[in-house]
Nanobody, 129 residues
Framework: EVQLEESGGGLVQAGGSLRLSCAASGFTFDDYVIGWFRQAPGKEREGVSCISSSDGSTYYAESEKDRFTISSDNAKNTVYLQMNSLKPEDTAVYYC??????????????????????WGQGTQVTVSS
């Protein structure tokens, strides 16, 4: 059974940092693109960052490019999202998702959440001003 479990969310003041973890099980981690998405109340879900577990290529949404870092530990089947300089507008439920890697660049998947086959339950991130 494929499972994705997020952890690391919480309440932090603006300017602070959090590291989210996505632990995956039930599939061959090396062959997948793992993405972080977020959904704020009243807003559509949006791609934050994605990583290809096979070649390590990454994608970041423009507003996160200089503040967030995605990384993968294939030995642990875990993807991390280090979030620095957090802003109140980063407040959302953060989800990790997985899709089997194809020939497309990781950016293709990160801008198309419907491409992802597996989703975690989400972890709440709240940034206070």
């Amino acid at each position: 059974e494929v499972q994705l479990e997020e952890s690391g969310g919480g309440l932090v003041q603006a300017g602070g940092s959090l590291r989210l973890s996505c632990a995956a099980s039930g599939f061959t981690f090396d062959d997948y693109v793992i993405g972080w998405f977020r959904q704020a109340p009243g807003k559509e879900r949006e791609g934050v960052s994605c990583i290809s577990s096979s070649d390590g290529s990454t994608y970041y949404a423009e507003s996160e490019k200089d503040r967030f870092t995605i990384s993968s530990d294939n030995a642990k089947n875990t993807v991390y999202l280090q979030m620095n300089s957090l802003k109140p507008e980063d407040t959302a439920v953060y989800y990790c998702a997985a899709v089997q890697a194809g020939l497309r660049h990781v950016s293709y998947y990160c801008t198309r959440d419907h491409e992802f086959d597996y989703w975690g339950q989400g972890t709440q991130v709240t940034v206070s001003s």
